[in-house]
């Protein structure tokens, strides 16, 4: 009975997926620094009003961060002497913002020394980053600690534009996520801009009978190749996620659903009865899809790893 009653506790109030076995929980800095969230969120929403593409780049950035070592705040490191970090891995193109959580921690820093990890900062800054797109809100479970290492040739592990469903699907259960999850956090792409080169196999040649991906939509592969031609000259040259790019809305599932989505690995989601079920539901209900959203996001950002609470986000102690 008593092991019974932990472990209904355990799934209800904790969301532990950590390899050291350290819980998070909703009130974790009640105590100890109360003004964490509030300062945090002010600093995401001052840098918001100057740069509107910091929502799409922090969410993104805590997609990394977690996929990688856990949510430990590796992403957020530099490189030092020989040792190059995540951030300047290959796939770092248009990863910035990282100012912002240096304000954030600057702030917190103020208020409660050494108490506020930089992995909890980015898992806050990224809710706050969907919030203030018109995206739904959630209690974030706090506690993560930072990590000390970040190898930009462990950014080989994140999934790539080009990956298949199944490839999708074994990235994900790797790190305990669920076909659900992915379906529902790939609505992560109702955010940003997209350069060329993470579209560019699907409209230079496909492969050897079809210059272009026949599962795009012929105007909208069109219009990509007039922004990216083959020999594509222009480093910021590219396009937004989906028409409404600065909104957290279901325009990606419904784009998606007319070949109208960027990247091989959006596309894949069709090929999959499961997944294109999960597709037609999001695109129907924003509701459907924003209760799904914010599960996925609780898992993924419970993917602990570190051990200090860094003073210093791009320092290790
Ligand atoms: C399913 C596997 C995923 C793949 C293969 C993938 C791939 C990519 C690629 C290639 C880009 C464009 C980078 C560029 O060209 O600048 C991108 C952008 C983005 N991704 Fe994903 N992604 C995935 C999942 C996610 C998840 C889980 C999230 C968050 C929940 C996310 C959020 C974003 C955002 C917000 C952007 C726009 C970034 C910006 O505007 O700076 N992605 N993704
Ligand atoms: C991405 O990596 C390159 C080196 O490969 C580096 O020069 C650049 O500053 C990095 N971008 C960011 C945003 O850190
Ligand atoms: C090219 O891609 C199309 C669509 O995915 C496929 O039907 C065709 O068999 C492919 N051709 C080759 C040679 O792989």
């Not at 990224?126 to 993560?144: F, H, I, M, N």
């Not at 809305?249 to 007319?258: F, G, I, V």
């Not at 690995?265 to 695109?283: C, E, H, I, Y």
Request: proline share 4%; with cysteine.
């Amino acid at each position: 009975m008593a092991a019974i009653v932990a472990l209904l506790w355990c799934t209800l109030f904790t969301f532990s997926a950590s390899p050291l076995g350290y819980a998070l929980s909703l009130n974790y800095y009640d105590q100890t620094c109360p003004q964490a969230e509030s300062t945090i969120t002010d600093a995401v929403k001052k840098a918001v009003i100057n740069d509107n593409t910091v929502p799409s780049a922090l969410l993104r950035m805590h997609f990394h961060d977690c996929f990688i070592r856990g949510c430990d705040a590796s992403v957020l490191l530099n490189s030092v002497g020989k040792n190059t970090a995540e951030k300047d891995g290959p796939p770092n193109i248009s990863l910035h913002a990282f100012h912002v959580i240096d304000n954030a921690k600057k702030e917190v820093e103020a208020l409660c020394p050494g108490v506020v990890s930089c992995a909890d900062i980015l898992a806050l800054a990224a809710r706050d980053a969907v919030v203030l797109s018109g995206g739904p809100t959630w209690e974030v479970p706090k506690g993560r600690k930072d990590g000390r290492i970040s190898k930009a040739s462990e950014t080989k592990q994140l999934p790539s534009p080009t990956f298949s469903i199944s490839q999708l699907q074994q990235s994900f259960s790797q790190r305990g996520l669920s076909m659900e999850d992915l379906v529902a956090l790939s609505g992560g792409h109702t955010l940003g801009f997209s350069h060329c080169s993470s579209f560019q196999n699907r409209i230079h040649n496909f492969n050897t009978t079809h210059d272009v991906d026949p599962s795009m939509h012929p105007s909208f592969a069109a219009s990509l190749k007039s922004v990216c031609p083959a020999q594509n000259k222009a480093k910021n040259a590219g396009t937004t996620m989906d028409s409404s790019s600065t909104t957290f809305d279901t325009t990606y599932y419904k784009l998606l659903l007319q070949g109208k989505s960027l990247f091989s690995s959006d596309q894949a989601l069709l090929t999959n009865t499961k997944t294109q079920g999960l597709v037609s539901k999001f695109a129907s209900s924003h509701e459907a899809f924003t209760m799904a959203f914010v599960k996925s996001m609780i898992k993924m950002s419970s993917l602990t790893g570190g051990q200090e609470v860094r003073l210093d986000c791009r320092v290790v102690n």
